[in-house]
């Protein structure tokens, strides 16, 4: 089953698989509990239209308790002697227990009766606006600009067409140019539907709407068969795993090694960063000041200092004082292409005289809310150096999430990362599918059986 098939199942109003789970639970703890119910019945051994009956037993089992007590209370009176104090013995041993019982409670250390208190405090139920949510709904939040946008085109477009021609064909061109998913992506899938919508027939809005968001994933997806959206660490487990990131000033390429260190600290990893930006204003204690809030170590220089040389003294650092991870900074002066490839040859060269293997990722950062000037950039950045992935940051705050198409279809780069929200674990791992549900969630016809 291909993608599109599985998106417009997904939106067919049949059950997912968590809420099928969810029904298993209730259905299997509904069956736990009947037979509780059936076991009270069968002591009773009274069914449903003999209720009444049920009612007097009941009625003589408290006549026959209140005999039984009174002929209790009868016995207690006419007991003899020794039968007294065979009785005095009983109620004393069960008082003693109840004693000792008593005395164990007061015993314990008060400390660890409150200890205990706090351990029952300190473990409720998380309430639902802390549960953690499912990467769907993160993407499902995330893209809401960009489905909300790329609908509103779209519809746009259908509602002003009458007939399926070359007019539809170029609107349909500046549409999808719009929607940010590359000139070259639009150019193909306005010639391949040419000939797809006829053999088809589509002539509905819901059909020529399908068709197109079916060729937009499929080539999304036929980009995507060799991806690999992995992060890719060292092999010897005794070596530091290096990423190096690059971007120009102001995507958020400093936040987002900022969000990346507290996601490896949190894991258990021994995290250092590098301030290999040492050319930009407030570049050097914008990456320190991460460090403190995330609890890590920073390698630092004055500014204007060789970035190679602090790219050096980490490298040094990270292999003696055996840290797990190395992510380092740079500076993003795209102007001058000569100084900028200069600049990271040097850096990269540091890296590989001390560590062969590394870096494992040279990670370009690129801010989703520019669209077409990201994908300019990423063209840039792939002459310069060589670019394993990119972190595709604000994607929540923009309608352009169509930008993933044209990077993924024109630079035939993989998406390793994506900033989902401002919060410190909003930076995800990029998940092809979830992206593509998150795209076209309610712009797919349900699938009808």
Same mark, same amino acid.
């Given at each position: ?15 997912? =698989? ?5 029904? =298993? ?5 509904? =069956? ?15 069914? +449903? ?6 009612? =007097? ?53 008060? +400390? ?8 029952? #405090? ?47 064909? +170029? ?34 809005? /819901?059909?020529? /709407? ?11 997806? /036929? ?35 900022? !969000?990346?260190?507290?996601? &490896? ?38 500014? #204007? ?6 790219? &050096? ?6 292999? #003696?004082?055996? &840290? ?54 990423? !063209?840039?950045? !792939? ?38 929200? +401002? !919060? ?12 593509? &549900? ?12």
């Amino acid at each position: 089953m291909g993608l599109f098939d599985r998106l417009r199942r997904a939106f067919s109003g049949e059950p997912e =698989e968590e809420p099928k789970k969810e029904d =298993e639970i209730v259905s299997t703890s509904e =069956e736990n509990s009947e037979p509780e119910e059936t076991a009270t019945n069968e002591i009773t051994a009274t069914p +449903e239209d003999e209720l009444p009956e049920v009612a =007097e037993a009941k009625t003589d089992e408290k006549e026959t308790e209140s005999v039984a007590k009174e002929s209790e209370v009868i016995e207690e009176v006419v007991q003899t002697p020794e039968e007294v104090e065979v009785t005095e013995k009983i109620e004393a041993t069960s008082e003693n227990k109840e004693v000792g019982v008593a005395k164990k409670v007061e015993e314990e250390p008060l +400390e660890q009766q409150s200890d205990e208190l706090e351990e029952t #405090k300190a473990t409720p139920k998380k309430p639902q606006s802390e549960i953690e949510p499912s990467e769907t709904v993160r993407y499902d939040k995330g893209l809401a600009k960009s489905r909300k946008g790329f609908g509103a085109k779209l519809n746009a477009l259908l509602a002003n067409f009458r007939r399926v021609d070359e007019d539809f064909f +170029e609107e349909l061109e500046e549409t999808l140019i719009e929607a940010d998913v590359g000139f070259e992506t639009a150019m193909k899938i306005s010639d391949e539907l040419q000939d797809e919508v006829k053999l088809r027939n589509a002539k509905s809005r /819901s059909d020529v /709407s399908d068709a197109i968001i079916e060729r937009l994933v499929d080539i999304y997806e /036929s980009e995507g068969i060799d991806e690999d959206n992995s992060l890719h660490f060292a092999k010897d487990p005794d070596e530091p795993t290096v990423f190096l990131f690059v971007g120009v000033n102001g995507v958020g390429k400093t936040t987002t090694i900022g !969000k990346l260190a507290h996601r &490896y600290q949190q894991a258990g990893k021994k995290v250092l960063l590098a301030a290999g930006d040492t050319f930009r204003a407030g570049a050097i204690e914008q990456l320190a000041e991460w460090g403190r809030r995330v609890g890590v170590d920073v390698v630092t220089k004055p500014e #204007k200092s060789d970035p190679a040389a602090v790219v &050096y003294d980490a490298v040094i650092k990270a292999k #003696k004082e055996n &840290y797990d991870i190395l992510l380092v900074d740079t500076a993003g002066r795209l102007q001058n292409k000569v100084n900028l490839m200069n600049e990271l040859d040097k850096i990269k060269r540091v890296i590989t005289r001390e560590l062969p293997d590394a870096p494992q990722e040279v990670l370009l950062a690129l801010d989703a809310t520019t669209g077409q000037n990201a994908l300019t950039q990423a !063209k840039q950045f !792939k002459e310069v150096t060589d670019v394993t992935g990119i972190v595709l940051t604000k994607l929540d705050g923009t309608a352009r999430g169509g930008i993933v198409l044209a990077i993924r279809n024109e630079l035939h780069l993989p998406v390793k990362l994506v900033g989902l929200g +401002e !919060k410190m674990d909003d930076l995800r791992d990029f998940s092809p599918e979830e992206f593509v &549900y998150g795209l076209f969630k309610g712009l797919v016809t349900p699938k009808k059986d």
